[in-house]
T-cell receptor, first 112, second 115 residues
Framework: QKEVEQDPGPLSVPEGAIVSLNCTYS??????FMWYRQYSRKGPELLMY????GNKEDGRFTAQVDKSSKYISLFIRDSQPSDSATYLCAMSAMDSSYKLIFGSGTRLLVRP | NAGVTQTPKFRVLKTGQSMTLLCAQD?????MYWYRQDPGMGLRLIHY???????AKGEVPDGYNVSRLKKQNFLLGLESAAPSQTSVYFC??????????????FGDGTRLSIL
């Protein structure tokens, strides 16, 4: 069993829809949680970053962490065709190496 | 500000050949990482470095070697390429322990095909 599980999709939604992306994890030591967006043939770019539990909002994006359920979510409001990409969750324990463990990524397609 | 730069962007090798992938960062980051990305597998850590002159093994280190002779550069070597090493390779960097709450910054990858 993988340490981080993420549905690969693809997830196809109409423009303007609310998108929900999720990851589950098994390691209770994870403290830092990130969402990266990756366009085709590009490197991952950081979207959202949270520490421990709670919510964080940035424009159309909201990240939620539920450590009791070992579950994290990314919500995208008013989705745009430019949001079409692969979304990777990543997490890390608080140690000296700051190694990230990634989910396999969810491919999102926002239809005009 | 270039951030993290990877060279080459694309390469085709024959089985048994060797090559070195270069990663350069201009952010004065202490920590650097090499990942490979395969379909359905996400990004998996190959090797990493927590400072100049240091290296450590990640999740999938076999068949690869690394060196960090200068703080800004992290080299990934394939001594004898195998078809199983066909992948997209990403380099990333992070400021370091005192900034441990800062996420990693990624390059745009090197696409490597082994025939």
């Amino acid at each position: 069993q993988k340490e981080v599980e993420q549905d690969p999709g693809p997830l196809s939604v109409p423009e303007g829809a609310i998108v929900s992306l999720n990851c589950t994890y098994s390691n209770s030591a994870f403290q830092y949680f990130m969402w990266y967006r990756q366009y085709s043939r590009k490197g991952p770019e950081l979207l959202m970053y949270t520490y421990s539990s709670g919510n964080k909002e940035d424009g159309r994006f909201t990240a939620q962490v539920d450590k009791s359920s070992k579950y994290i979510s990314l919500f995208i409001r008013d989705s745009q065709p430019s949001d079409s990409a692969t979304y990777l969750c990543a997490m890390s324990a608080m140690d000296s190496s700051y190694k990230l463990i990634f989910g396999s990524g969810t491919r999102l397609l926002v239809r005009p | 500000n270039a951030g993290v730069t990877q060279t080459p962007k694309f390469r085709v090798l024959k089985t048994g050949q060797s090559m070195t992938l270069l990663c350069a960062q201009d952010m004065n980051h202490e920590y650097m990482y090499w990942y490979r990305q395969d379909p359905g597998m996400g990004l998996r850590l190959i090797h990493y470095s927590v400072g100049e002159g240091t290296t450590a093994k990640g999740e999938v280190p076999d068949g690869y070697n690394v060196s960090r002779l200068k703080k800004q550069n992290f080299l990934l070597g394939l001594e004898s390429a195998a078809p199983s090493q066909t992948s997209v390779y990403f380099c990333a960097s992070n400021p370091g322990l005192e900034h441990s709450n800062q996420p990693q910054h990624f390059g745009d990858g090197t696409r490597l095909s082994i025939l």
